[in-house]
């Protein structure tokens, strides 16, 4: 287990989650695996990517998943450790995840995402329901809950939350690994919702909204789930977070990308923690864009932000 960071400071009056009290520790909740990519494999999985960028933030990142007992799996435990991310990863009996990767000329990734692994059957064990008890925000997927197991183990985590914390749905639609039910379900567990652009276009499917534009479909959602807030992501067309009385949008940076892999993870992780911090939406949603677009500058989905990135401020704790 790494040293725990310094604790984060008390939120300024300018922060929409100024009163959110309690610990310091934020969860990635669901797939941790390998991402096959051309040049090799590098630690993936939506909720790790957010932990470890969180933790980068100087938060108690803690990624929640399960791996096998394999030799993949030792090596995840080895990146994890090396990267100095807390973690509760049981291991289990399924093989360790893996994802092949194939990047176009944009270095837009598309996955083939194997099944029946160790992340698509994470128990729900007594350490995690101490760690719930003790979350200050979590940030879970649709992913992970394609099979029965994990979708258990993650709807039992949210319901063990302290009333107050932040619920992050990063919606990630990935291949036929979704339904209807199962954002539904989400949605009125959390309430942030983090969701790009494609996805817009496959809720409003889902849910009979094709007639609606794209940010009528992000203002329905935000109000019939009774939401704190949602972000939209456009790659290149920039971003928005929308509240019930505030719109925040954000050009894209122009860099020279070398993938975008895990680059919407680290966003989401910058930009909740920075709003932890006690930034306001639009200093937040800021620092999400430049870190974002950072990510996309490097391969794979963890790399070691700048400290120009990294603003630490004195804590008040």
Not at 102 to 114: H, N, S, V
């Amino acid at each position: 287990m790494n040293k725990e960071r310094n604790k984060t400071d008390k939120a300024n009056s300018n922060s929409p989650f100024r009163g959110l009290g309690g610990s310091n520790i934020i969860v990635g909740l669901g797939e941790i695996l390998w991402d096959m990519l051309p040049g090799g494999k590098v630690l993936g999985g939506a909720p790790a990517n957010f932990a470890y960028h969180v933790s980068q933030f100087g938060f108690d990142g803690r990624a929640i998943s399960a791996i096998g007992n394999d030799a993949l799996g030792d090596e995840i435990l080895d990146n994890l450790n090396s990267k100095k991310l807390k973690y509760c990863v049981e291991q289990t009996d399924y093989p360790t995840g893996t994802v092949q990767v194939t990047l176009d000329e944009k270095g837009i990734p598309q996955y083939e995402i194997c099944e029946n692994v160790a992340w698509d059957n994470i128990p729900y064990t007594e350490e995690m329901e101490v760690l719930a008890h003790k979350t200050k925000t979590v940030c879970f997927g649709s992913l992970a809950q394609r099979n029965g197991v994990s979708r258990t183990t993650i709807n039992r985590f949210l319901d063990m939350l302290p009333v107050d914390a932040l619920k992050v749905f990063d919606i990630n639609l990935r291949q036929h690994f979704y339904s209807k039910e199962l954002i539904e379900s989400s949605l009125k567990r959390c309430n942030v919702l983090k969701i790009n652009d494609d996805e817009v276009v496959i809720v409003a499917g889902l849910f009979g909204w094709e007639s609606k534009t794209e940010m009528e479909v992000c203002q329905r959602l935000l109000t019939d789930y009774a939401l704190q807030m949602l972000v939209l992501t456009k790659g290149t067309q920039g971003s928005y977070v929308l509240t019930t009385n505030e719109t925040s949008f954000r050009p894209t940076p122009l860099v020279e990308v070398a993938d975008t892999v895990g680059a919407g993870d680290s966003f989401t992780a910058a930009f909740v923690a920075s709003l932890l911090k006690g930034k306001n939406i639009q200093e937040a949603h800021k620092t999400a864009v430049e870190v974002s677009a950072y990510v996309c500058t490097q391969h794979g989905a963890m790399p070691e932000l700048p400290e120009s990135l990294l603003p630490r401020e004195k804590s008040n704790n």
